[in-house]
C-alpha cells in the first residue's frame, strides 16, 4: 500500500469511527443523509446487498427483517460488525443511503420508556433452595432435562399454562438467547447486546449489562469466594465475567485472534474452570472474492474463572496452510472450519471434554470437521474424534452468485449444531449422543475413542435441515426434533413471496419438515414419532422444528418456525399443550414486542415457570423480540 493510500485509508476510517461515533450517542442518521435519494439506496442494497439478503442464503435476514433495525445498528454493522467486509468499499454516503432505503422516512422521536426496575429486594442469589436452571444444559452433561424437584411443574399442570408475563428487547429483530435461571432471576442476553438480570416471577429489571456486540449465548453461573459470577460469549469472540447480583464487570477476554472468532455456544463451568466453545462467521465472510480464505479453526478455550487467563486453547484442525489462488488471484486456504457451535460437554469421570463440530470451509476437508470430538481436560490435547460426514468442505459462497471462494467438492455442509448429550446405558457403558444436519443421530462409546454404538435417520438432512440446535434426555429416551426445512419457488407476483435465489422468488414451504421422536437411548430403536401438526393456510409457515429440545419428567418441549411451543406426552408423543407465540405483546418493560420464530434456544422451566424467547428472523422466518414467562393459570 503507498503512502497515499495509507493516508486515504486511515482519513475513511476515522471519518467513519466520527460518524459511527455519532450514530450510537443520537441513535439517527446526519442530517444531510435526507439528501441521499431512495433510488439511490436502493440501487446499492441491489447491487451490494440483495443477492444474500434476497438470494436464500442463510443467516442473511431479508429486506423486511432489516427494516424492523434500528438505522444505528445497520451502519455499525456495516462500518465495524459482522457486515463490515461487504461494506468495506462503501463511502459513508453510500452506507446511510442503504440504510435510508430499508428504514424508509425517519421514525418519530421515541418516548421514553417507562422505569421497570424492581421496586423490592429479591431473594438471595446464593440461596441453593431456589429452583435453577443454568446454563445451555441443566448440567454438565447437556442433557437438557429438569428434574421434577427443579421444574416444579407436573403433567397435569402442563395444559393450565398461560402467559404471566412479557419482556421486549428494544430494537432487535432476534431473540436467540435462552434464558438462565438462578438465585430467582431470569439472566438473559440479546441481539443488541444487552445482557439482563429479571425478577423471575415478575419480570423486573435487576440490572442491564451492555456488551456492545450481540449476546447469543445462555448465561453460565458460578461461585466462588467473590460470590455469585455470570459468564457468556458474545458475537465478536469476547467472554465475559459479571457480578451476578450488581451487573459489574469482573473480567473481560477475548478467546481467540482470529477476526471471524464469535461465541455462539455457552461457556460449561467445572471446578473453577470454564470451557468456552469458539465458532466464526468466516463461512458468511467467503462470499466475498476478495477475501483471502480460510484461516478460522473451531476450538474450545479453557480459561481460569476467577481471572479470565486462558489456561489452554484446543484447536479442532492443525493451522491452515496456503493451498490454491482463486479465480481472481486471491490466496485460499485450508484446512479451515471445524466451527464449535454448541456448549461442551464435561466428564469429570474421565478428566475430558466433549464437543461437536461444523464442516470445513475450503477443501481438502479437514478429518476433525463433522465430529465428535475429545480433549483431554487439563491441557486441550485432543484425545481422539470420530468424524461422521467425510469430504464436506462448504461456505456461502456456494449459495451466492459470487462463487470464486467456494470449494471444488462443495459440501453437502452437515454441521453439528447440537451439543454431544452423556448418558448412562442400562448395560454399564455410556453414550455421546447428538444429531446431526444430516438427519442422523448417533451414539458413540466415549471410554472405546468413540466407537459408534447405534446410528439412526429421523431426517432427510440438507443445509437448514436434519437436527439443528439440540435435543434431550430423561432416564431412557432421547428426544429428537427435525428441521428439514423446504423452500419452494413461487410465480413472482405470487403473495407471501420472501426470498429470491438468483432471480426465483422462494418463499417457506409449508408441506416440508418437522416432527418430534423419541428413540431409545441403548439401541437407537423409535419409541414413538409425532409428526407436525401442519400449517394449514397460514401465510409464511413451516412445519420446520429447529429449536433445542427441553425435557421434564413426563413431557417434551418443542419449539417450530411456524413460532409455535407445543408440549408432548413424554410416554406417547400426544400433544398436550400448544401456544401460538406468534402475536403483539404488552410487556413489563414497556417495549413495543411480538413473536416470531422459534428456533435456536429451547424452552427452560424452573419454579413452576416456563421461559423462552420468541422471534428468528432467518431466510424467510418470523422476526420476534420477546421474552415469554408462563405459569399454570397465569398466576
Same mark, same amino acid.
Request: proline share 6%; glycine share 12%.
Given at each position: 500500500?503507498?503512502?497515499?493510500?495509507? #493516508?486515504?485509508?486511515?482519513?475513511?476510517?476515522?471519518?467513519?469511527?466520527?460518524?459511527?461515533?455519532?450514530?450510537?450517542?443520537?441513535?439517527?442518521?446526519?442530517?444531510?443523509?435526507?439528501?441521499?435519494?431512495?433510488?439511490?439506496?436502493?440501487?446499492?442494497?441491489?447491487?451490494?446487498?440483495?443477492?444474500?439478503?434476497?438470494?436464500?442464503?442463510?443467516?442473511?435476514?431479508?429486506?423486511?427483517?432489516?427494516?424492523?433495525?434500528?438505522?444505528?445498528?445497520?451502519?455499525?454493522?456495516?462500518?465495524? $460488525?459482522?457486515?463490515? *467486509?461487504?461494506?468495506?468499499?462503501?463511502?459513508?454516503?453510500?452506507?446511510?443511503?442503504?440504510?435510508?432505503?430499508?428504514?424508509?422516512?425517519?421514525?418519530? *422521536?421515541?418516548?421514553?420508556?417507562?422505569?421497570?426496575?424492581?421496586?423490592?429486594?429479591?431473594?438471595?442469589?446464593?440461596?441453593?433452595?431456589?429452583?435453577?436452571?443454568?446454563?445451555?444444559?441443566?448440567?454438565?452433561?447437556?442433557?437438557?432435562?429438569?428434574?421434577?424437584?427443579?421444574?416444579?411443574?407436573?403433567?397435569?399442570? =402442563?395444559?393450565?399454562?398461560?402467559?404471566?408475563?412479557?419482556?421486549?428487547?428494544? $430494537?432487535?429483530?432476534?431473540?436467540?438467547?435462552?434464558?438462565? &435461571?438462578?438465585?430467582?432471576?431470569?439472566?438473559?442476553?440479546? %441481539?443488541?447486546?444487552?445482557?439482563?438480570?429479571?425478577?423471575?416471577?415478575?419480570?423486573?429489571?435487576?440490572?442491564?449489562?451492555?456488551?456492545?456486540?450481540?449476546?447469543?449465548?445462555?448465561? !453460565?453461573?458460578?461461585?466462588?469466594? #467473590?460470590?455469585?459470577?455470570?459468564?457468556?460469549?458474545?458475537?465478536?469472540?469476547?467472554?465475559?465475567?459479571?457480578?451476578?447480583? @450488581?451487573?459489574?464487570?469482573?473480567?473481560?477476554?477475548?478467546?481467540?485472534?482470529?477476526?471471524?472468532?464469535?461465541?455462539?455456544?455457552?461457556?460449561?463451568?467445572?471446578?473453577?474452570?470454564?470451557?468456552?466453545?469458539?465458532?466464526?462467521?468466516?463461512?458468511?465472510?467467503?462470499?466475498?472474492?476478495?477475501?483471502?480464505?480460510? +484461516?478460522?479453526?473451531?476450538?474450545?478455550?479453557?480459561?481460569? %474463572?476467577?481471572?479470565?487467563?486462558?489456561?489452554?486453547?484446543?484447536?479442532?484442525?492443525?493451522?491452515?496452510?496456503?493451498?490454491?489462488?482463486?479465480?481472481?488471484?486471491?490466496?485460499?486456504?485450508?484446512?479451515?472450519?471445524?466451527?464449535?457451535? @454448541?456448549?461442551?460437554?464435561?466428564?469429570?469421570?474421565?478428566?475430558?471434554?466433549?464437543?461437536?463440530?461444523?464442516?470445513?470451509?475450503?477443501?481438502?476437508? @479437514?478429518? !476433525?470437521?463433522?465430529?465428535?470430538?475429545?480433549?483431554?481436560?487439563?491441557?486441550?490435547?485432543?484425545?481422539?474424534?470420530?468424524?461422521?460426514?467425510?469430504?464436506?468442505?462448504?461456505?456461502?459462497?456456494?449459495?451466492?452468485?459470487?462463487?470464486?471462494?467456494?470449494?471444488? +467438492?462443495?459440501?453437502?455442509?452437515?454441521?453439528?449444531?447440537?451439543?454431544?448429550?452423556?448418558?448412562?446405558?442400562?448395560?454399564?457403558? #455410556?453414550?455421546?449422543?447428538? $444429531?446431526?444436519?444430516?438427519?442422523?443421530?448417533?451414539?458413540?462409546?466415549?471410554?472405546?475413542?468413540?466407537?459408534?454404538?447405534?446410528?439412526?435417520?429421523?431426517?432427510?438432512?440438507?443445509?437448514?435441515?436434519?437436527?439443528?440446535?439440540?435435543?434431550?434426555?430423561?432416564?431412557?429416551?432421547?428426544?429428537?426434533?427435525?428441521?428439514?426445512?423446504?423452500?419452494?419457488?413461487?410465480?413472482?407476483?405470487?403473495?407471501?413471496?420472501?426470498?429470491? =435465489?438468483?432471480?426465483?422468488?422462494?418463499?417457506?414451504?409449508?408441506?416440508?419438515?418437522?416432527?418430534?421422536?423419541?428413540?431409545?437411548?441403548? +439401541?437407537?430403536?423409535?419409541?414413538?414419532?409425532?409428526?407436525?401438526?401442519?400449517?394449514?393456510?397460514?401465510?409464511?409457515?413451516?412445519?420446520?422444528?429447529?429449536?433445542? &429440545? +427441553?425435557?421434564?419428567?413426563?413431557?417434551?418441549? @418443542?419449539?417450530?418456525?411456524?413460532?409455535?411451543?407445543?408440549?408432548?406426552?413424554?410416554?406417547?408423543?400426544?400433544?398436550?399443550?400448544?401456544?401460538?407465540?406468534?402475536?403483539?405483546?404488552?410487556?413489563?418493560?414497556?417495549?413495543?414486542?411480538? $413473536?416470531?420464530?422459534?428456533?435456536?434456544?429451547?424452552?427452560?422451566?424452573?419454579?413452576?415457570?416456563?421461559?423462552?424467547?420468541?422471534?428468528? !428472523?432467518?431466510?424467510?422466518? %418470523?422476526?420476534?423480540?420477546?421474552?415469554?414467562?408462563?405459569? =399454570?393459570?397465569?398466576?
Amino acid at each position: 500500500m503507498t503512502g497515499t493510500a495509507r #493516508r486515504r485509508s486511515g482519513c475513511t476510517l476515522s471519518a467513519r469511527l466520527l460518524l459511527g461515533v455519532g450514530i450510537l450517542l443520537t441513535g439517527v442518521l446526519p442530517d444531510h443523509a435526507e439528501e441521499a435519494p431512495n433510488s439511490r439506496g436502493e440501487a446499492l442494497y441491489r447491487t451490494r446487498c440483495a443477492s444474500c439478503h434476497e438470494g436464500g442464503v442463510t443467516r442473511a435476514p431479508d429486506a423486511n427483517a432489516l427494516r424492523q433495525f434500528r438505522p444505528e445498528r445497520m451502519s455499525f454493522a456495516l462500518m465495524f $460488525g459482522m457486515m463490515s *467486509q461487504q461494506g468495506r468499499d462503501l463511502s459513508q454516503r453510500e452506507i446511510q443511503a442503504i440504510v435510508r432505503y430499508l428504514v424508509g422516512t425517519a421514525p418519530e *422521536q421515541q418516548q421514553p420508556l417507562p422505569d421497570s426496575t424492581c421496586s423490592e429486594r429479591g431473594p438471595a442469589l446464593a440461596d441453593a433452595s431456589l429452583p435453577r436452571w443454568n446454563g445451555w444444559g441443566v448440567d454438565i452433561a447437556q442433557h437438557r432435562f429438569q428434574p421434577a424437584a427443579m421444574a416444579q411443574l407436573s403433567p397435569d399442570d =402442563v395444559p393450565r399454562l398461560k402467559l404471566k408475563w412479557a419482556f421486549g428487547f428494544p $430494537g432487535d429483530t432476534r431473540a436467540y438467547a435462552q434464558p438462565t &435461571v438462578w438465585g430467582g432471576r431470569v439472566f438473559v442476553g440479546s %441481539a443488541g447486546g444487552k445482557v439482563y438480570a429479571l425478577d423471575a416471577r415478575l419480570g423486573c429489571q435487576r440490572w442491564v449489562f451492555d456488551a456492545g456486540f450481540g449476546v447469543r449465548t445462555a448465561i !453460565t453461573i458460578g461461585e466462588d469466594e #467473590r460470590g455469585m459470577t455470570a459468564y457468556f460469549g458474545d458475537q465478536r469472540g469476547e467472554t465475559y465475567a459479571l457480578d451476578a447480583e @450488581s451487573g459489574k464487570l469482573l473480567w473481560r477476554r477475548r478467546v481467540d485472534a482470529h477476526a471471524g472468532a464469535v461465541i455462539t455456544g455457552a461457556p460449561t463451568l467445572a471446578n473453577n474452570v470454564l470451557y468456552v466453545p469458539v465458532s466464526s462467521v468466516e463461512e458468511v465472510l467467503a462470499i466475498d472474492p476478495r477475501y483471502s480464505c480460510c +484461516t478460522f479453526r473451531g476450538l474450545i478455550a479453557a480459561l481460569d %474463572a476467577r481471572t479470565g487467563e486462558v489456561l489452554w486453547r484446543g484447536y479442532v484442525s492443525p493451522p491452515a496452510q496456503p493451498i490454491r489462488l482463486n479465480e481472481i488471484g486471491v490466496q485460499l486456504f485450508g484446512p479451515s472450519g471445524g466451527a464449535v457451535w @454448541s456448549s461442551p460437554t464435561v466428564d469429570l469421570k474421565t478428566s475430558r471434554i466433549y464437543a461437536t463440530t461444523g464442516d470445513s470451509y475450503l477443501d481438502p476437508a @479437514s478429518t !476433525t470437521s463433522d465430529a465428535f470430538v475429545a480433549f483431554d481436560l487439563g491441557t486441550g490435547r485432543l484425545a481422539w474424534s470420530r468424524q461422521l460426514t467425510e469430504g464436506d468442505a462448504y461456505n456461502i459462497a456456494c449459495s451466492s452468485q459470487y462463487r470464486a471462494n467456494c470449494p471444488g +467438492t462443495k459440501g453437502p455442509d452437515f454441521d453439528f449444531g447440537s451439543s454431544p448429550m452423556l448418558v448412562d446405558l442400562p448395560d454399564g457403558r #455410556r453414550a455421546l449422543i447428538a $444429531g446431526q444436519k444430516s438427519g442422523m443421530v448417533y451414539a458413540l462409546d466415549p471410554d472405546r475413542d468413540g466407537a459408534i454404538i447405534w446410528q439412526r435417520r429421523v431426517g432427510l438432512g440438507s443445509t437448514l435441515g436434519g437436527v439443528q440446535w439440540g435435543s434431550a434426555a430423561d432416564d431412557a429416551n432421547v428426544y429428537v426434533a427435525v428441521s428439514d426445512v423446504g423452500m419452494k419457488a413461487v410465480p413472482p407476483a405470487a403473495a407471501g413471496a420472501q426470498k429470491s =435465489v438468483f432471480g426465483i422468488p422462494m418463499k417457506l414451504d409449508p408441506s416440508q419438515g418437522g416432527g418430534l421422536y423419541a428413540m431409545n437411548q441403548a +439401541t437407537g430403536e423409535i419409541v414413538w414419532h409425532a409428526a407436525h401438526p401442519g400449517c394449514g393456510d397460514r401465510p409464511g409457515c413451516s412445519p420446520a422444528q429447529s429449536a433445542a &429440545v +427441553t425435557a421434564i419428567p413426563g413431557v417434551v418441549f @418443542s419449539g417450530g418456525l411456524d413460532g409455535h411451543l407445543r408440549a408432548y406426552a413424554a410416554k406417547s408423543g400426544e400433544i398436550i399443550w400448544d401456544v401460538d407465540t406468534m402475536r403483539d405483546y404488552a410487556t413489563v418493560n414497556g417495549v413495543s414486542a411480538h $413473536g416470531g420464530s422459534l428456533d435456536g434456544p429451547g424452552p427452560v422451566i424452573a419454579g413452576g415457570i416456563l421461559y423462552v424467547n420468541s422471534g428468528y !428472523t432467518n431466510y424467510g422466518t %418470523a422476526p420476534g423480540n420477546v421474552l415469554l414467562a408462563f405459569t =399454570v393459570d397465569g398466576q
